[in-house]
């Protein structure tokens, strides 16, 4: 693995860095069986609630539609020093979401646009993170970033700044991609008869809002069989309380721990 100086170094000149096929194929394999699941999950509800047709290709929130999104969490342990590293701080799951880019289908992925919606600037307030579970290639549709972006363009480049300078990132399948949330991005177009598909965990200062109650969702029955890891970053310990009995609690009970800045 690239030492945390390296990391940081490209994070800070670049905005991303991809750790090169340290998934294995197994958990990706049993992640893609998963996500077509969730996917027909997802879009029942997407048109059932009326949601708009440039959904389609998403998914939201999968920690709770297939046991192996929680096992690449568990996996994923092994980046906590350098996401930990970007975040000066410890860190929270923000969302986790999935995406299937097929011919002939545009979703508002394919949009330039940046996952956190107020300009941070040099604060780590939000983390994306993608891995990719088919190989990512120039005709795929394999994601644009901007490099640098971060740094030079708090507001929207035009479509054309964009294209000038935009990289692809290129990589196999079980590679995780790691970019500055403020960083300018879009999917890219598949031209292939072969879907290209990935999961996209977000991660969060712990005083942030997730976008998702996933503490809840999941419940408290299992959670003595967590790591105090994996406890830490599906927000058991950045919870809200509801009710005074719940803010009233000993220190090591509170629903929000000290430590979480």
């Known amino acids: ?20 096929e340290i998934v294995s194929m197994e958990l990706v394999n049993r992640m893609l069986n998963d996500l077509q699941f969730a996917y ?7 048109l059932s609630n009326n949601i708009p047709e440039n959904n389609e290709g998403t998914l939201h929130h999968l920690v709770e539609l297939g046991e192996s999104f929680i096992d690449y969490l568990v996996f994923s342990e092994q980046l906590n020093p350098y996401l930990q590293s970007y975040f ?8 986790f979401g999935g995406n299937i880019n097929k011919k002939g289908i545009s979703s508002y992925a394919s949009m330039i646009h ?4 107020s300009y941070s600037a040099h604060i780590p307030l939000l983390l994306n993170t ?9 005709n795929n549709g394999a994601t644009y970033l901007m490099s640098g972006s971060h740094r030079t363009h708090p507001a929207l480049p035009s479509e054309q700044e964009f294209s000038s300078v935009a990289e692809q990132a290129i990589a196999k399948a079980g590679s995780v991609l790691v970019f500055n949330s403020n960083l300018w991005h879009c999917a890219g177009k598949n031209t292939t008869d072969l879907p290209r598909r990935s999961i996209t965990p977000m991660y969060c200062r712990p005083f942030i809002k997730q976008q998702y ?3 809840r969702a999941l419940g408290y029955d299992k959670v003595e069989q967590y790591s105090d890891w994996l406890k830490q970053t599906l927000g058991y310990r950045a919870r809200v309380p509801t009710s005074l009995s719940e803010w009233y609690q000993p220190k090591e009970k509170r629903m929000y721990q000290s430590d979480q800045g």
């Open 1 to 20: 693995m690239i030492s945390l100086d390296e990391f940081n170094q490209h994070m800070q000149e670049k905005g991303w860095f991809i750790f090169h």
């Open 40 to 46: 027909q999950t997802c879009r029942k509800i997407q």
């Open 88 to 95: 000066c701080s410890k860190y929270i799951l923000n969302s």
């Open 114 to 117: 940046r996952d956190i919606r």
């Open 130 to 138: 993608l891995v990719m579970l088919d190989d990512f290639i120039p």
């Open 213 to 215: 109650d996933y503490s």
